[in-house]
């Protein structure tokens, strides 16, 4: 398909409070024609500095005619293994990358997913509920009663993060004891739900790698079906190898990884079976796409990581709608009930599954009417 090219003219930004935890964040880049992309850009901790560096970039950039994508970061002279090791850098470079994929599809009057290879189509989800349960006392019996409303609407796979009371750097011995409590979520979850629903279990980069096999092993008799981020992919990848070796369960992960590259190694070394990116770090939704078709043809799996607001969702589903082989995409459920809403035509997700609205580009404008009275809206330059 042949794109024609994007001359950026400027963005402005909006944000919105979801929970006391909780801040979605947005971008709407400006062509000199008019169009208008709109991307998430949710990175906790680092928005002011994200924001900085996409208004810097765009001001660089501006009326300079952008033929493809992956242009952006030559065009700013950064590189994989620099972006890969600055989230900063990477999330606001992945903004540019998806806005002008998003652009170049409106112009051309087809869907993200079609600009991409793909199509659209409905796609499923699984539930993380645990975004939704931090106003909550995080009990096992609340970690059921979540996994068990997710599957009466229609999920049939459910993930958590249980192990609230393992920090990081923790003792290998001292981590296992602290361990239990989450596994009693696992397991109240399972009770909950049956066995016919798939459940995934997220790890947050608590372990070392003998807590982890131990840990897995025990997840393992409850039928977890993944496990993810035990480590850090980018800090200790040979450490997660070593666990990938002596445990049954697939490990997943990779959420902040960024360019294809990494992905495709990371299967093809042993390290993860299952990838993670997230468009909003990755390189952008070109970049996932790619990312996604080179782990699966090294023989893993793909799973966007997406526990965000309703645009990076849509954005993940057009990326999974142009990947044969994706596996389910990740939904942060129950964290805001007015979600949907901030989305026209609204976000629609039916039986657990992620529905598109049809139309060119992403087919949805965020509801700046709502972002300016409930939230904030701004332009830096």
Same mark, same amino acid.
């Given at each position: 398909m042949s794109l024609s090219p994007v001359r950026l003219h400027h963005v402005d930004f909006a944000a919105i409070d979801v929970t006391a935890r909780t801040e979605w964040v947005f971008a709407r880049f400006w062509d000199t024609e008019g169009a208008a992309a709109e991307v998430e850009i949710t990175?906790?901790?680092?928005?002011?500095?994200?924001?900085?560096?996409?208004?810097?970039?765009?001001?660089?950039?501006?009326?300079?005619?952008?033929?493809s994508e992956d242009d952006v970061p030559i065009m700013l002279d950064v590189d994989d293994q620099s972006l890969g090791a600055d989230l900063t850098n990477a999330t606001a470079v992945s903004a540019l990358r998806t806005a002008v994929s998003i652009i170049q599809a409106l112009k051309s009057g087809v869907s993200l997913a079609e600009a991409l290879g793909g199509a659209p189509a409905v796609v499923p989800l699984y539930a993380n509920i645990n975004r939704g349960l931090f106003a909550s006392g995080r009990t096992p019996a609340e970690f059921a009663a979540a996994a068990e409303r997710a599957v009466s609407e229609g999920f049939r796979a459910v993930k958590c993060a249980p192990f609230d009371e393992v920090a990081p750097g923790t003792p290998t011995a001292e981590a296992v004891r602290l361990a239990v409590t989450g596994i009693e979520r696992v397991a109240a979850i399972r009770e909950a739900v049956g066995p016919g629903v798939a459940l995934m279990v997220d790890c947050h980069s608590r372990f070392d790698v003998e807590s982890a096999v131990k840990v897995a092993g025990e997840l393992g008799e409850l039928g977890v079906v993944w496990f993810e981020e035990p480590l850090d992919p980018s800090k200790d990848p040979a450490g997660l190898k070593l666990i990938a070796e002596r445990i049954s369960l697939p490990l997943a992960g990779g959420e902040h990884g960024y360019g294809e590259a990494s992905f495709e190694s990371l299967v093809s070394s042993g390290t993860l079976e299952i990838v993670m990116p997230d468009v909003k770090f990755c390189g952008g939704a070109a970049a996932a796409v790619r990312a996604?078709?080179? #782990?699966?043809? !090294? =023989?893993?799996?793909?799973?966007? *990581?997406?526990?965000?607001?309703?645009?990076?969702?849509? +954005?993940?589903?057009?990326?999974? #709608?142009?990947? !044969? =082989?994706?596996?389910?995409?990740? *939904?942060?459920?129950?964290?805001?009930?007015?979600?949907? +809403?901030?989305?026209?035509?609204?976000?629609?997700i039916v039986d657990g599954s992620l529905h598109f609205t049809g139309g060119p580009g992403l087919g949805v404008e965020l509801d700046w009417g709502m972002l300016q009275w409930t939230g904030r809206v701004w332009r830096v330059s």
């Open positions: 990175a906790a901790g680092i928005t002011e500095g994200v924001v900085g560096q996409i208004d810097h970039a765009v001001s660089l950039l501006r009326g300079t005619p952008i033929s996604g078709r080179a #782990a699966i043809a !090294a =023989g893993g799996g793909v799973s966007l *990581h997406c526990p965000s607001g309703p645009l990076s969702l849509l +954005t993940s589903g057009h990326v999974n #709608a142009a990947v !044969a =082989g994706s596996l389910r995409l990740e *939904h942060a459920v129950y964290e805001a009930d007015w979600r949907s +809403t901030l989305l026209a035509p609204a976000e629609r």
